[in-house]
């Protein structure tokens, strides 16, 4: 089964920068698009962005232009470098594969942006 394990959350500033990693267990996702998600306090789990084997990212409005999204397929790593640091980013962020079936989801990162 694979593994999901996210780290790199934090006390963050606003307008200020953290850098999450996602490690995977195996190397499933050579082959599939992988995505972040976030989930805040008393809403739903959302999609942040994607990006495809191809290393082509996508990225949802509300972080357009601050986030990054990249991969190390020969590492098994995805990042998400996130820049310009709101307080409405503050969640939990989980990475997972884009499309579904997903694989169990890992106990995600805290991100807490404040002054």
């Known amino acids: 089964q694979v593994q999901l394990v996210e780290s790199g959350g934090g006390l963050g500033q606003p307008g200020g920068s953290l850098r999450l990693s996602c490690a995977v267990s195996?190397?499933?996702?050579?082959?599939?698009?992988m995505a972040w998600f976030r989930q805040a306090p008393g809403k739903q789990r959302e999609l942040v962005g994607s990006?495809?084997?191809?290393?082509?990212?996508k990225y949802t409005d509300s972080v357009k232009d601050r986030f990054t999204i990249s991969r190390d397929n020969a590492k098994n790593m995805v990042y998400l470098q996130m820049n310009s640091l709101k307080p409405e980013d503050t969640a939990v962020y989980y990475c997972n594969t884009l499309r579904t079936p997903r694989q169990p989801w890992g106990q995600g990162t805290q991100v807490t942006v404040s002054s």
């Open positions: 195996r190397s499933i996702f050579s082959t599939f698009a």
């Open positions: 990006i495809t084997p191809f290393n082509e990212p």
